[in-house]
Nanobody
Framework: QVQLVESGGGLVQAGGSLRLSCAASGRTASNPVMGWFRQAPGKEREFVAAIHWTGGATNYPDSMKGRFTISKDNAKNTVYLQMNSAKAEDTAVYYC???????????????WGQGTQVTVSS
């Protein structure tokens, strides 16, 4: 079992920045891939970024490159998502997830956090 707790969400103005955190505990060694997803009302869950605990390889869809940065602190078992130049369309619930498969697909991530709301005001 792995437990994930997100924090750092809130209200941000368009053009501003926000950093989300995801603290992991439990059997993290068996689930080396950490990902961030988001889901806006009425839309499907969308892949934002992923990182591997070992080595730090990262993965972004083209739509997220440049404004989003995923990073990790192995000592704290925490993964971060930095969002810059926020846009209204970034408004969503942001989830972190973990699994053993290097993937962008939500169904391949085993454990999920509860999510944290990010609202971008224009």
């Amino acid at each position: 079992q792995v437990q994930l707790v997100e924090s750092g969400g809130g209200l941000v103005q368009a053009g501003g920045s926000l950093r989300l955190s995801c603290a992991a505990s439990g059997r993290t060694a068996s689930n080396p891939v950490m990902g961030w997803f988001r889901q806006a009302p009425g839309k499907e869950r969308e892949f934002v970024a992923a990182i591997h605990w070992t080595g730090g390889a990262t993965n972004y869809p083209d739509s997220m490159k440049g404004r989003f940065t995923i990073s990790k602190d192995n000592a704290k078992n925490t993964v971060y998502l930095q969002m810059n130049s926020a846009k209204a369309e970034d408004t969503a619930v942001y989830y972190c997830a973990t699994g053993s498969v290097w993937s962008r697909y939500p169904h391949l991530f085993t454990y999920w956090g509860q999510g944290t709301q990010v609202t971008v005001s224009s």
